[in-house]
C-alpha cells in the first residue's frame, strides 16, 4: 500500500510544471489550513463509522447493552454530519484558491503575451493561444482543486482505514497488500495514455477554434467562392479527430477505475475467506470482523479516486506543462538603456541585414541610407522587394541580423524600445480597432494624458468631424467589435487621427492599395498630407501624389536599394523606377 501511495505523490512532486502551480499556494495558506482541516477531519471520520459498527454488532447484539443500541444509529448520524460538511468546506474553499491561482496565471500569461516579439506571434497561432486560456488554464487549476482534495481527504482516510485495519488484525491486513502492486501496475498504464492523449486533444481543440475563427472571419470569401463544402469538411475532419482523441481517453480513463475496483475486489474476497478462517479457529469476534469488513469496504472508494485521480493529474499535468512553456518564451530583448531626448527625427541605416527565422534568403541585405529630420522617404518597388519588412526594423518589430539603425547617432539597440516606440507613429493599411468609444481608439495608450480638446484636434485634423457629428453620441460612440461600425475610409482615418495624437517625430506610413470612394480618399489624402509635414516618414507608396511629394525615392529590389532620388531624377535616369511608373503611375497622371 505505502508503494501505491508513493506512486500517487511522487510524480506530482517530481513534475516542475505541477510544483510551479502549488508554488502559487501559500498566498493562500488561510483557505489550504482551513481546506486540510476539514479534510483531515472528514478523511479520519469515515474510519470511525467502521470502529461504531463494530462495536455496535458486538455489544448491541451479543451483550444486548441497550444504550450502545440507541447510541450507534446517533453516532453514525453524527460522523455522515461531519463528514459531508468537512467535504462541502475543503471543495468550496480549494475552488476558491484554484480560482485565485487561475487569475493569477491568465493575467501573467496575458502580460507575457503582450511583451512577445513577432516571432513568437508566428510561431503560436492565434486559436493555440485561446485555447491555453480557456481550456488548458481550467484543466489545469480545476483538476488541481479536486486532486488536492482527493490526495489530502482520501490518503487520510485511507491511512486511517489502514490503521483500523492493522490495530484489529494485522494478518488480515497483510493479505491487503497482495493487491497493492497489481492496482500499481493498472495506474502506471493508464497514466501514460492519458497524459499522451490529453496533450493531443488540447492541440487539437486549438486547431478547431483556428478553424471556426477563419470561417467566421473570411464569411465573405465563403460565401463569394461557395467555400461552404470545403469549410465543412475541414470543420468536419478536427470536429471528428478531437471526438476520437476524448474517446480514446475516456475509454483509457473509464477502463482503469473498473480494473482497480476489480482488483480490489478480488482482494476483498481473498481476505474474506481468511478472516472466515480465523473466525472459525475463535482468533476474531464477530464484531472486529464486521470492523474489519467494514473497514475494508470503506477502504474501497478512496482508493478508487486515488485511482481515478491519476488519469487527472496526468491531464493536469500536460495542462499545466504546455501552459508554462508558453509563460517561459521569453519576450522582446529589451536590453537598451539609453533614452532619447529632444530627438530631431534623423534616421540613419548603416549596413542594415535581416534574414525572417528560418529562411536562408535574406529579405533586406546591406541596406545603408542617411535620413535628415523631417525627410519624406517614399519606398516603391515590386510586391517582396522588402518594403514592408524594413519599415518593420525600425520600431523593432524584428531585429535586424546585421548592421546597425542609429536615430541621432544612437544606436537603436542601445535604446530602451519605450523611448525608441514613443517618437514612432503608425498607420498601416490593416488597421486596428478596439472594440471601444471612437474616442477612446483615437486616444489608444494615452487615454490618461489627453484632454477631450486633443482629442477633438486630432478627429479634426483626420477629417472625421463631419462623421463624428453625425452620429447620436459623437466622439463617444462605440466603434463596434473590430470597428466594425465604422467604414474602411473612417478606420483609416480614426489611425490617422492616431497618429496626430501622438504627435511623434517618425511617422511610418503603409499606404492603402485597397479602392476607397474618391470622396475618403480624398479625405485621407488631404489629412496624410498634414500629418506627413515636419516629419521624418518612411512611405510604402502606392500613389503617384505621394511618390511624387517625396523628398527621396527608394526603389527597392531584393532587399536592397536599387535606385535613388526625387520623382525627376529617377524618371531622367530611364531605369527600373521609370519602368516601373510606366506599369502602375502613368496612368494616374
Ligand atoms: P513588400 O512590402 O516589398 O511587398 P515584404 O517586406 O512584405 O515585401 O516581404 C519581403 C519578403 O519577405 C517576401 O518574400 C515575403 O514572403 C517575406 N516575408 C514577409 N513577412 C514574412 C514573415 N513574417 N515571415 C517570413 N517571411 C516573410
Given at each position: 500500500m505505502m508503494c501505491f501511495l508513493k506512486r500517487k505523490y511522487?510524480?506530482?512532486?517530481?513534475?516542475?510544471?505541477?510544483?510551479?502551480?502549488?508554488?502559487?499556494?501559500?498566498?493562500?495558506?488561510?483557505?489550504?489550513?482551513?481546506?486540510?482541516?476539514?479534510?483531515?477531519?472528514?478523511?479520519?471520520?469515515?474510519?470511525?463509522?467502521?470502529?461504531?459498527?463494530?462495536?455496535?454488532?458486538?455489544?448491541?447484539?451479543?451483550?444486548?447493552?441497550?444504550?450502545?443500541?440507541?447510541?450507534?444509529?446517533?453516532?453514525?448520524?453524527?460522523?455522515?454530519?461531519?463528514?459531508g460538511g468537512t467535504q462541502y468546506l475543503s471543495q468550496f474553499l480549494l475552488v476558491r484558491v484554484a480560482q485565485g491561482v487561475m487569475l493569477e496565471i491568465?493575467?501573467?500569461?496575458?502580460?507575457?503575451?503582450?511583451?512577445?516579439?513577432?516571432?513568437?506571434?508566428?510561431?503560436y497561432r492565434c486559436a493555440e493561444v485561446q485555447a491555453k486560456f480557456i481550456n488548458e488554464a481550467s484543466t489545469a487549476l480545476t483538476n488541481a482543486a479536486g486532486v488536492l482534495t482527493i490526495i489530502i481527504r482520501?490518503?487520510?482516510?485511507?491511512?486511517?482505514?489502514?490503521?483500523?485495519l492493522?490495530?484489529?488484525?494485522?494478518?488480515?491486513?497483510?493479505v491487503t497488500f497482495i493487491v497493492g502492486p497489481v492496482i500499481a501496475l493498472i495506474l502506471k498504464w493508464v497514466n501514460r495514455h492519458i497524459k499522451r492523449l490529453t496533450s493531443q486533444t488540447q492541440k487539437t481543440f486549438g486547431e478547431l477554434i483556428g478553424t471556426i475563427q477563419e470561417s467566421y472571419n473570411g464569411e465573405r470569401v465563403v460565401k463569394i467562392y461557395d467555400g461552404y463544402d470545403y469549410e465543412k469538411e475541414r470543420f468536419r475532419n478536427v470536429n471528428e479527430r478531437l471526438r476520437s482523441l476524448t474517446l480514446k481517453a475516456q475509454r483509457v480513463y473509464s477502463a482503469g477505475t473498473p480494473l482497480t475496483q476489480f482488483t480490489s475486489m478480488v482482494g476483498v474476497s481473498i481476505v474474506i475467506v481468511f478472516a472466515l478462517i480465523q473466525a472459525k479457529m475463535g482468533?476474531?469476534?464477530?464484531?472486529?470482523?464486521?470492523?474489519?469488513?467494514?473497514?475494508?469496504?470503506?477502504?474501497l472508494p478512496p482508493i478508487r479516486k486515488l485511482s481515478s485521480v491519476n488519469g487527472t493529474t496526468a491531464a493536469m499535468t500536460a495542462a499545466a506543462e504546455s501552459l508554462f512553456r508558453m509563460i517561459d518564451e521569453l519576450p522582446e530583448k529589451d536590453a537598451g538603456t539609453r533614452t532619447l531626448e529632444n530627438y530631431s527625427g534623423a534616421v540613419e541605416f548603416r549596413n542594415v541585414s535581416f534574414a525572417y527565422p528560418a529562411k536562408d534568403k535574406k529579405t533586406i541585405n546591406n541596406f545603408t541610407l542617411s535620413v535628415k529630420p523631417g525627410e519624406m522617404i517614399a519606398l516603391v518597388g515590386s510586391s517582396g522587394a522588402g518594403k514592408?519588412?524594413?519599415?518593420?526594423?525600425?520600431?523593432?518589430?524584428?531585429?535586424?541580423?546585421?548592421?546597425?539603425?542609429?536615430f541621432d547617432g544612437i544606436a537603436q539597440s542601445e535604446l530602451t524600445l519605450k523611448s525608441l516606440r514613443k517618437q514612432i507613429g503608425l498607420v498601416s493599411q490593416d488597421v486596428t480597432i478596439f472594440d471601444d468609444t471612437i474616442a477612446n481608439n483615437i486616444a489608444y495608450g494615452c487615454r490618461d494624458r489627453v484632454?477631450?480638446?486633443?482629442?477633438?484636434?486630432?478627429?479634426?485634423?483626420?477629417?472625421?468631424?463631419?462623421?463624428?457629428?453625425?452620429?447620436?453620441?459623437?466622439?463617444?460612440?462605440?466603434?463596434?467589435?473590430?470597428?466594425?461600425?465604422?467604414?474602411?475610409?473612417?478606420?483609416?482615418?480614426?489611425?490617422?487621427?492616431?497618429?496626430?495624437?501622438?504627435?511623434?517625430?517618425?511617422?511610418?506610413l503603409d499606404e492603402a492599395t485597397s479602392a476607397l470612394d474618391t470622396e475618403s480618399e480624398k479625405h485621407i489624402q488631404k489629412s496624410l498630407d498634414t500629418l506627413l509635414k515636419g516629419r521624418t516618414s518612411f512611405v510604402v507608396a502606392h500613389r503617384l501624389s505621394t511618390i511624387i511629394n517625396a523628398d527621396r525615392i527608394i526603389v527597392m529590389r531584393d532587399g536592397g536599394i536599387a535606385e535613388i532620388g526625387t520623382h525627376e531624377e529617377l524618371l531622367a535616369k530611364g531605369g527600373l523606377y521609370n519602368h516601373l511608373y510606366t506599369l502602375q503611375f502613368s496612368k494616374e497622371n
Open positions: 511522487l510524480p506530482i512532486l517530481r513534475n516542475a510544471a505541477l510544483m510551479r502551480l502549488f508554488g502559487y499556494l501559500p498566498t493562500y495558506k488561510g483557505y489550504i489550513i482551513g481546506a486540510t482541516l476539514a479534510m483531515i477531519i472528514g478523511g479520519g471520520a469515515s474510519s470511525l463509522i467502521a470502529l461504531v459498527l463494530g462495536k455496535l454488532t458486538d455489544m448491541a447484539f451479543y451483550q444486548q447493552d441497550t444504550i450502545v443500541v440507541y447510541l450507534a444509529p446517533i453516532a453514525l448520524v453524527g460522523i455522515s454530519i461531519l463528514h491568465r493575467t501573467l500569461m496575458f502580460d507575457r503575451i503582450l511583451r512577445w516579439g513577432d516571432e513568437l506571434f508566428m510561431k482520501d490518503s487520510i482516510q485511507i491511512v486511517c482505514l489502514l490503521g483500523v492493522f490495530w484489529h488484525n494485522w494478518l488480515l491486513t497483510l482468533m476474531l469476534t464477530v464484531g472486529e470482523f464486521t470492523t474489519f469488513l467494514a473497514a475494508m469496504l470503506l477502504l514592408s519588412t524594413l519599415i518593420n526594423l525600425i520600431p523593432r518589430f524584428w531585429v535586424p541580423t546585421e548592421g546597425e539603425i542609429y484632454t477631450r480638446e486633443q482629442i477633438e484636434a486630432a478627429a479634426d485634423a483626420a477629417a472625421l468631424t463631419d462623421f463624428i457629428k453625425a452620429l447620436p453620441e459623437g466622439l463617444d460612440s462605440p466603434a463596434g467589435p473590430n470597428g466594425n461600425h465604422l467604414s474602411g475610409g473612417q478606420r483609416q482615418r480614426v489611425s490617422i487621427a492616431r497618429a496626430f495624437l501622438k504627435n511623434a517625430p517618425i511617422l511610418l
